[in-house]
C-alpha cells in the first residue's frame, strides 16, 4: 500500500511541473555572477537561499558621508570567491521570476554562508532564518555593509 502511495505523489509531483520536484535537484558547474545573490550555471539561473544582496545601482554611505557602489563590490567579491571553480547548489524551490533558489558550495563551504558572514548581504528573514547569527557575526564586526549606513535591499526595490 505504501508503494502505490509514494507511486503517486512521485506522479502527482511530475504533473506540477519542474518547480515541485526540484526539492532534491543539484546544479554543478563553472558559476557566472550575476550579482550578489544570483548566479548562472550552465543556462540555469540561481537566486541564493534566504540572503538578500544590496542592489547593483544601490549605494551605501561610510561614516565620513562618503558614497561607495557597495551592490557592485558584493557581486564582485563573490566572482573573486567563485573564480572558475566548480559550483554545487542544491535547489530547494522555484521563485515567482522562475530562478531555483538553492543553498550552493565551493568545494564544500556554504557560499550563502560566506556572502552573509562576510558583510556582503543580509539574511533574508522572510524566506529563511539559516543566516541570522552570520549576519549578527558580521554586522557586530562592522564587515562589508555593516561598515557603512545603507538601506535594506527589499526597501531600496520597493522604493525605486
Not at 573564480?83 to 564544500?108: E, I, M, Q, T
Not at 556572502?115 to 532564518?129: A, H, M, N, Q
Request: one cysteine or more; aromatic letters at 10%.
Amino acid at each position: 500500500m505504501q508503494s502505490s502511495t509514494v507511486i503517486w505523489l512521485s506522479l502527482f509531483l511530475a504533473l506540477l511541473g519542474p518547480g515541485a520536484s526540484n526539492a532534491a535537484e543539484e546544479i554543478s558547474g563553472t558559476a557566472s555572477v550575476i550579482d550578489g545573490d544570483t548566479i548562472d550555471i550552465h543556462g540555469s539561473r540561481i537566486r541564493l537561499h534566504a540572503i538578500d544582496a544590496i542592489e547593483s545601482r544601490q549605494r551605501c554611505y561610510l561614516p565620513n558621508g562618503v558614497a561607495w557602489r557597495c551592490g557592485a563590490d558584493a557581486a564582485n567579491a563573490l566572482a573573486e570567491k567563485v573564480g572558475r571553480s566548480p559550483v554545487s547548489c542544491l535547489v530547494n524551490d522555484v521563485d515567482r521570476y522562475g530562478r531555483y533558489v538553492a543553498k550552493c558550495y565551493l568545494n564544500g563551504e556554504d557560499l550563502n554562508a560566506w556572502l552573509v558572514e562576510k558583510g556582503w548581504t543580509v539574511s533574508y528573514r522572510r524566506y529563511g532564518l539559516d543566516y541570522v547569527e552570520h549576519e549578527n557575526r558580521a554586522r557586530s564586526n562592522k564587515r562589508g555593509i555593516w561598515a557603512s549606513e545603507f538601506e535594506m535591499p527589499w526597501d531600496w526595490r520597493r522604493n525605486n
